[in-house]
């Protein structure tokens, strides 16, 4: 959880520094006051107020708001369902306009999720991962890159040939890697630089 | 698609307050100006740009569905 300590003139004055240091609404945050400080009779005697700000860990809710302002302004419909698991925040978007969110091999959707989780992780002091499916595009995917694997295994098995695949981001070629982990007549490994960093499938001699 | 821009680069930097974006509108594209305090630079376009891609691939997303095409342009 962020808290900060924060001196001001006044206990307002110092709630609001805090808020602008974090960037946070007056709804986020829980204020405990440490000194009210007081006026003084000249202002000579005044002291100042301090209080201690802390963010409230909602992020659950921190998210379905990002993604709703998100959503809004790129006028599409669809519906936001986010759920909380220990340190990891999921998300899926359903709605005729799905598509338009998950992108060419689901490159916007990886934007979205990307851009979500340094927003959220922004606020948190431990790190929380944000997963952001649509309409099931992620599940599908996985499949489809497992049966490709399969597919190509069996290629290189019986041509002997290097089988190179085209980039991916990490997590689709950690699919890929694990899916052929347990074949023992081939080997599977990465070459090239992010972000167009391809898998390589090699038949073991 | 102004107000996009502004709710991400927002949630991203230090210095809310001070992210401007400015739209200037041609025939067939928009190019959109972001503008942030010196210091939060980093947060808009992140390691090898990729913060500024995300940016520009949502934003593209947006657009199309407008039919335009639209240039995100992070100044100085």
């Known amino acids: ?205 | 698609m102004k107000e996009l821009v502004e709710i991400l680069a927002k949630a991203l930097v230090d210095r809310p307050d001070e992210v401007y974006v400015n739209q200037v509108e041609g025939e067939q594209s928009i190019i959109l100006e972001l503008k942030v305090n010196p210091d939060d630079m980093g947060k808009v376009i992140g390691k090898q740009g990729r913060i500024a891609k995300a940016i520009r691939t949502l934003v593209k997303a947006a657009a199309a569905k407008e039919g335009k095409r639209v240039v995100v342009e992070i100044i100085q």
């Open chain 1, 1 to 205: 959880m962020k808290s900060i300590r924060k001196k001001g003139k006044t206990v307002e004055q110092a709630v609001e520094l805090a808020l602008k240091e974090l960037g946070v609404s007056r709804e986020e945050v829980d204020v405990e006051v440490l000194d009210a400080g007081s006026k003084g009779i000249f202002s000579i005697l005044a002291k100042d107020a301090m209080v201690m700000v802390t963010v409230k860990q909602d992020n659950a809710d921190f998210v379905f708001r990002f993604l709703s302002q998100i959503i809004n302004a790129m006028k599409v419909n669809v519906s936001i369902d986010v759920k909380e698991e220990g340190n990891h925040i999921f998300v899926n978007l359903q709605g005729p306009n799905v598509g338009l969110l998950i992108g060419r091999r689901g490159e916007t959707l990886d934007a979205l999720q990307y851009l979500t989780g340094l927003a959220l992780n922004k606020r948190t002091d431990e790190y929380i991962r944000v997963i952001i499916d649509g309409a099931g595009y992620r599940v599908r995917r996985k499949n489809t890159l497992i049966r490709l694997a399969e597919k190509l295994a069996k290629q290189a098995k019986k041509t002997g040939k290097k089988i190179t695949l085209e980039p991916m981001p990490p997590y689709e070629r950690k699919i890929i890697h694990t899916a052929l982990q347990n074949d023992p007549a081939v080997k599977t490994y990465s070459e090239g630089l992010e972000p167009y960093r391809r898998i390589v499938i090699e038949a073991k001699q």
